[in-house]
């Protein structure tokens, strides 16, 4: 399940970690390292995200907010959360 529309990563343990997924995203938004490699990589602003008042509103009629939102959760559960298909299923010990 992927939590928001247009999302190319699918967050392990959807929906029922959807709180703790959410939580990631807010804990990776507060660590300035974290929000300076994003923007590297992506080329995208953080600030999109964090705006507010007109350039909030310029930001959604444009979709940049979005867009940016997107980009920000792909790139948290890619390299934080993990990705559905990537995790492995547990492996027994012998004689259980």
Known sequence: MKPIDGMTTEPYGMPEMGGAWYGCLL???DK???VEAFEAETGMTF???T??????MIDDS????RATVVAWCDW???NFWGEAETRQPAVESPGH
């Open 62 to 65: 444009t979709g940049r907010t």
């Open 51 to 56: 705006s507010k008042g007109l350039a909030r």
């Open 47 to 49: 600030d999109a995200i």
């Open 76 to 78: 948290v559960t890619r």
């Open 32 to 34: 300035p390292e974290l």
């Open 27 to 29: 804990w990776a938004a």
